[in-house]
């Protein structure tokens, strides 16, 4: 018995042996962690601006849905130095390797205030839904984009496609009017149906 219990204990060190603790990769007044699995994150740079958005690297190794944790490092209001401060307006570029092993045709972004819970209309964090134009929207792999608000704050990317081993580029403006210190992108491919 007493073998067993050791034998157990030396299994969980070398499972967890391997294992990389989750960073928080800092750019600008946020930091972006993939600890919540199924994606890596490889890097982050950049302030948040529009001519200096955050870009994100990452590797999705799952077809499903992933969850990107997003914290204000460096809290501020609205009126406060974007460069510096965690204003609630965020220019984010995410560059997204496709090692699913799955081809994608369509990306769906949902943001969420509480993890689990999509964000609603009246929480003020939003893909910039009081612009109405979706001119800070924009990808290199898929043609058009919808956005909704209510009941929930999702902005989908169809039109296009990302073979495995492929990368796809989405841009776009997160606002945040009553800003929360952490929330959540959950980022979905969706793979053609047989």
């Known amino acids: ?18 294992a990389e603790e989750p960073k928080r990769w800092v750019a600008g007044p946020y930091s972006f962690s993939d600890e919540l699995g199924g994606f890596r994150i490889t890097s982050a740079s950049g302030i948040g601006v529009k001519e ?19 914290r204000a490092e460096n809290p501020g209001t609205p ?16 560059d997204t390797l496709n090692n699913s092993g799955q081809g994608w045709t369509e990306f769906e972004f949902e943001l969420q205030e509480v993890l689990g819970q999509a964000s609603v209309f ?5 893909f910039d839904q009081r612009r109405d134009d979706g001119t800070s ?10 956005r909704a608000f209510e009941p929930y704050d999702r902005l989908r990317f169809t039109k296009g496609q990302v073979d ?31």
């Not at 219990?5 to 042996?17: D, E, G, R, V």
């Not at 841009?171 to 800003?179: A, H």
């Open 1 to 18: 018995m007493r073998h067993r219990i050791l034998l157990a204990i030396l299994l969980s060190f070398t499972a967890t042996a391997g």
């Open 52 to 70: 200096d958005p955050i870009v994100i690297v990452q590797e999705l190794t799952s077809a499903s849905a992933v969850t990107l944790v997003i």
């Open 79 to 94: 009126s406060d130095d974007p460069h510096k401060f965690a204003t609630g307006m965020l220019r984010i570029r995410l």
């Open 122 to 126: 009246s929480d003020g964090l939003s």
């Open 137 to 146: 929207i924009e990808s290199d792999s898929f043609a058009e984009f919808s």
């Open 164 to 194: 495995p081993l492929h990368a796809a580029s989405f841009e776009f403006r997160i606002t945040d009017f009553t800003p929360r210190p952490t929330f959540y992108l959950v980022q979905d491919p969706r793979i053609p149906f047989s």
